[in-house]
């Protein structure tokens, strides 16, 4: 088969690996997995609905190149990101004798990419791993970076590692079977990059080529290699989040306490949505603190809305809580250090930067207002 797509190199030294990306490709998984593994085998990890869409597709990939592998399916969903599947996929891969040269392949989306990514860390004290992301939110955000966890009882990814794939196939013909909320919900995570870096892909986006990213034309395959290109460069300066790698949480500090004030309930709030209505209120917030103009937080707003993301607290069905418990939340987020607020904030679209000690206050006043004049 001739190759077709584009590849993007994440730089970490030792430790580089390529994002490929384009229709078609899990077919080369095999010949990939070839070069990188010789000799090696495989342990499939996957969810109950990808395995049923996909699995099929990347054994017989394997199978072409001569590649062995194994099979490991766990129930679709959240909850999946936990200490007891994190054992199921351990005894699935020690029970199938894959050694540390062998690899853990991620088929899905984010839940199972955190989770099977953590296994590889961990298995053998650490095998190699191959992430081939099935949703739009893996394929330009979670698969790429090497960010790996599990949730426990009293948060999300609070238990994980830093370990990066050795490749990503990114192939955004598999997103033709996404549920259209699911759907719109990564793509959030695609304005996220323009909005904190780049204006001349937020104007692309926003000037049209969005609806050919949801309709499938060749414009998908360009922004998740312009999404995966932007978090390559930020995680190759700042692998272990130290400084720059945090500007990728742009709308997330606002977006985790929404999805805590729901109860993680994936019908009200998906994580996508959440970080809509964050980047919304990121930019609404810096607005009102002088360090925007209301002119750019108002594009921010309507491109959302015109791709039907939600932007308003009283769009979560329910409701979100009052500002108090939302602050609380904030407060619980990994992104508070010793008692102080961070957030990232920014001067315009395309500018954003980390803003450290922001104020309790002022948020607690801002969320209030918020709830109250929400229109
Ligand atoms: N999803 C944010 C990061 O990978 O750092």
Redesign the pocket.
């Known amino acids: 088969m001739v190759p077709q797509g584009s590849s993007v190199r994440v730089d970490l030294a030792g430790r580089s690996y390529d994002i490929l990306i384009g229709r078609g490709r899990i077919n080369e998984a095999g010949e990939h997995l070839r070069r990188l593994c010789p000799g090696g085998r495989a342990a499939i990890v996957t969810d109950t609905h990808v395995a049923e869409l996909h699995l099929r597709t990347l054994d017989a990939a394997l199978a072409e190149a001569g590649i062995q592998s194994t099979s490991i399916v766990l129930p679709a969903g959240e909850p999946t990101k936990s200490f007891a599947a994190l054992e199921t996929v351990c005894d699935g891969v020690i029970a199938a004798r894959l050694e540390r040269g062998d690899a853990v392949i991620a088929l899905g989306g984010g839940v199972i990419g955190d989770l099977a990514g953590f296994a590889a860390s961990i298995i053998r004290r650490g095998m190699r791993f191959v992430q081939i992301p099935t949703s739009l939110l893996a394929q330009v955000?979670?698969s790429?970076?090497?960010?790996t966890a599990i949730n426990t009882r009293q948060g999300k990814n609070l238990v994980g590692a830093f370990h990066q794939p050795v490749l990503v196939i990114a192939d955004t013909a598999l997103l033709d079977t996404l549920p259209e909320r699911e759907f719109r919900a990564g793509y959030a995570?695609v304005v996220k990059y323009g909005l904190l870096g780049d204006s001349g892909f937020f104007n692309w986006l926003e000037g049209g080529a969005w609806r050919r990213i949801f309709e499938g034309g060749p414009e998908r395959e360009e922004a998740v290699r312009i999404s995966c290109a932007a978090?390559a460069a930020?995680?190759a300066r700042d692998e272990t989040?130290q400084g720059d790698?945090?500007l990728?949480?742009l709308g997330?500090t606002f977006g985790h306490a929404l999805e805590a004030a729901v109860g993680y309930d994936g019908a009200r709030l998906v994580h996508g949505e959440a970080i809509a209505i964050g980047m919304r209120l990121a930019f609404d917030f810096s607005r009102e603190q002088g360090l925007c103009t209301g002119q750019d937080a108002i594009r921010v707003r309507r491109h959302l809305e015109a791709v039907g993301l939600p932007t308003r607290l009283s769009d979560i069905p329910g409701g979100a809580g009052t500002a108090a418990s939302l602050l609380d939340a904030i407060r619980q987020d990994k992104k508070v250090a010793r008692g102080a607020l961070t957030f990232i904030l920014v001067r315009g679209i395309g500018e954003s930067f980390i803003a450290k000690d922001v104020d309790p206050d002022l948020i607690l006043r801002f969320l209030d207002c918020q709830l109250g004049h929400d229109i």
Do not use: F
Not at 144 to 147: L, N
């Open positions: 955000d979670s790429v970076g090497g960010k995570e978090k930020i995680v989040e790698r945090a990728l949480n997330h």
